[in-house]
């Protein structure tokens, strides 16, 4: 498959362990988060999203954190499986009039057995 | 159908030819988006829709880009006069629209300029 990023960021983990990917955002001002995973080959899935306004948002095994005083956002991932090995890339809307999302550079998420 | 499609998957040419990539948004998605991710970058925005218009071309990189949008659903990017450093995944992203933010990406078109 091809491969989304060469020099990317990289986490291993324990299959059955939790995992936590960060990001750091830029934007004060941003309104809006999301998470994306990427497996190889493939476009970009949408996983969680935050407003500016909440701390934590929970899903299904994620969990989206967001600490504005740092500008910092991360993804936990509980019992991680094989197939949550992708790319994960966090991204911001910068403003409430902007509709683009600026996107992080992106961290690899291996799983091993 | 359920998801975004993109057309075609996968696009070779040759430097100085143009090309057309199609994207078909979800069904009743009123937004659309453009986004290019070169190897060993993140997502880099070109465009954004609502509707056929285009509020934001702002990351289109030359003039030799463009895109359209018709009857509020498709949308077609031309690269004109390719070159080599346009070859990336072109991915195509739609949304309910305003403030319905959620994007829901399609699988990308593979352009390898030769």
């Known amino acids: 498959g091809e491969s989304v990023g060469l020099h990317l960021p990289t986490l291993s983990v324990q299959e059955g362990d939790n995992s936590i990917i960060n990001c750091a955002y830029s934007?004060?001002?941003?309104?809006?988060f999301i998470w994306y995973k990427q497996e190889s080959g493939k476009g970009p899935q949408f996983i969680i999203d935050?407003?500016?306004?909440?701390d934590k948002r929970q899903g299904q095994r994620v969990t989206v954190l967001l600490n504005k005083t740092v500008k910092h956002l991360s993804l936990q991932i509980a019992a991680t499986q094989p197939g949550d090995s992708a790319v994960y890339f966090c991204?911001?809307?910068?403003?409430?009039?902007?509709?683009?999302?600026?996107f992080g550079q992106g961290t690899r998420l291996t799983i091993n057995p | 159908g359920a998801g975004v499609s993109q057309s075609p998957s996968n696009k070779v040419t040759e430097k100085g030819k143009d090309v057309e990539l199609r994207c078909d948004p979800i069904?009743?998605?009123?937004?659309l988006y453009w986004y290019r991710q070169s190897l060993g970058q993140g997502l880099e925005f070109l465009i954004y829709?609502?509707?056929?218009?285009?509020?934001?071309k702002s990351g289109l990189p030359s003039d030799r880009f463009s895109a359209e949008r018709t009857g509020g659903s498709v949308s077609t990017l031309t690269i004109q006069r390719t070159q080599q450093e346009d070859s990336a995944v072109y991915l195509c992203?739609?949304?309910?629209?305003?403030?319905?933010?959620?994007?829901?990406f399609g699988p990308g078109t593979r352009l390898l300029v030769l």
């Open positions: 992203a739609s949304s309910l629209g305003l403030h319905q933010e959620t994007q829901y």
């Open positions: 934007n004060s001002a941003s309104d809006y």
């Open positions: 935050i407003r500016s306004n909440m």
């Open positions: 991204a911001e809307r910068e403003d409430q009039g902007a509709q683009k999302l600026v």
């Open positions: 069904s009743g998605h009123t937004a």
């Open positions: 829709f609502q509707g056929n218009s285009a509020p934001d």
